[in-house]
């Protein structure tokens, strides 16, 4: 089994910063990919970033600039660092990724985090 356990949420001001950390554990062999994505009221989730394990990283464009994907791979931890927070960045964020369990299973899983929410006031 694996787990994806997500911290770092809250609620911040227009403007303000947050950190979201995501660490996996279980049984994992390689961590291919890990990202975060975010799923507002009524709306369908969304990628928000993506890093891989090799560093490579994809953003939403609505973040870019004002967010941050980094990885820690020897703690199989990802890091959010939100700033310029808008009030449209309100959403539950999810911490995904994309690993192999075992060295004889050569394909990735995929796993999601139970989501944190971040609220973004005016």
Same mark, same amino acid.
């Given at each position: 089994?694996?787990?994806?356990?997500?911290?770092? /949420?809250?609620?911040? #001001? =227009?403007? &303000?910063?947050? %950190?979201?950390?995501? $660490?996996?554990?279980?049984?994992?062999? !390689?961590? @291919?990919?890990? /990202?975060?994505?975010? #799923? =507002?009221? &009524?709306?369908? %989730?969304?990628?928000? $970033?993506?890093?891989?394990?090799?560093? !490579?990283? @994809?953003?939403?464009?609505?973040?870019?600039?004002?967010?941050?994907?980094? %990885?820690?791979?020897?703690?199989?931890?990802?890091?959010?660092?939100?700033?310029?927070?808008?009030?449209?960045?309100?959403?539950?964020?999810?911490?995904?990724?994309?690993?192999?369990?075992?060295?004889?299973?050569?394909?990735?899983?995929?796993?999601?985090?139970?989501?944190?929410?971040?609220?973004?006031?005016?």
């Amino acid at each position: 089994q694996v787990q994806l356990v997500e911290s770092g /949420g809250g609620l911040v #001001q =227009a403007g &303000g910063s947050l %950190r979201l950390s995501c $660490a996996a554990s279980g049984s994992i062999f !390689s961590i @291919n990919a890990m /990202g975060w994505y975010r #799923q =507002a009221p &009524g709306k369908q %989730r969304e990628l928000v $970033a993506t890093v891989t394990n090799g560093g !490579s990283t @994809n953003y939403a464009d609505s973040v870019k600039g004002r967010f941050t994907i980094s %990885r820690d791979n020897a703690k199989n931890t990802v890091y959010l660092q939100m700033n310029s927070l808008k009030p449209e960045d309100t959403a539950d964020y999810y911490c995904n990724a994309k690993l192999r369990t075992a060295i004889g299973i050569p394909w990735n899983y995929e796993y999601w985090g139970q989501g944190t929410q971040v609220t973004v006031s005016s």
